[in-house]
């Protein structure tokens, strides 16, 4: 094993079975920081609702550093590009198969750089679309039609797209929904009540599967 792979098992082996999640800064000119209330909000409802103990206020995280074993679930968002050089890529990699995960939240125009920047950590797979009966939508709240439409966007269906290791989840994309919008200050978007409900219910979902599995 090399002395860096060494490492970051022996940091993924301390720190990984924490409850807590961060926030994914990545290259391309992205704006990673977009949604500043999402997370923050998310938390709140997981902690009262799931029975979690997140630390509320998130931390951020670069793709290459080793920070990232520190967190079973990171979270990614943004509008425009997305870069991973290669050293960045193998860091992503050992840390999703090493049994974390990460969740790509599409905040619009995201879809094209994403699947660019998988295939660096992956490049032998392709994004799959999940199922309705993926256990990601009945974790702690049932979303029997899949993932819930938050935002109009294109107008097109909202969906949910995985990457696996072996056969556990470890990449989720989730496309034409828009659930960190959901997620944020009421009065950022003025979404209706249950609108707002629907995304943290399947925010909270997210985050108990990648915390049990």
């Not at 256990?135 to 107008?155: Q, W």
């Not at 990449?171 to 209706?192: A, Y």
Request: charged residues 25%.
């Amino acid at each position: 094993m090399k002395l860096r792979h060494l490492i970051v098992f022996l940091l993924f082996s301390v720190f990984l079975h924490s409850q807590d999640l961060a926030i994914l800064k990545y290259k391309g000119g992205g704006d990673w920081y977009s949604n500043p209330t999402a997370l923050p909000n998310l938390i709140k409802f997981c902690n009262a609702n799931i029975d979690t103990k997140i630390n509320i206020k998130p931390e951020t995280v670069e793709a290459g550093s080793s920070d990232v074993f520190r967190f079973p679930l990171l979270h990614m968002t943004g509008h425009g590009n997305v870069i991973f050089d290669d050293d960045e890529a193998e860091n992503l990699r050992i840390y999703l198969k090493s049994g974390g995960f990460l969740h790509i939240d599409d905040n619009y125009g995201m879809q094209p750089y994403v699947v660019a920047a998988l295939k660096q950590i992956f490049p032998n797979q392709e994004l799959e679309e999940l199922p309705t009966t993926h256990p990601i939508f009945s974790s702690a709240f049932v979303f029997k039609d899949g993932l819930p439409k938050i935002h109009e966007h294109d107008g097109k269906r909202p969906q949910a797209f995985g990457l696996y290791h072996d056969t556990r989840l470890v990449v989720l994309f989730t496309f034409e929904s828009d659930l960190g919008d959901g997620w944020e200050d009421q009065e950022v978007h003025n979404d209706p009540e249950d609108i707002r409900l629907k995304a943290l219910k399947m925010g909270a979902n997210i985050v108990k599967y990648a915390f049990e599995n």
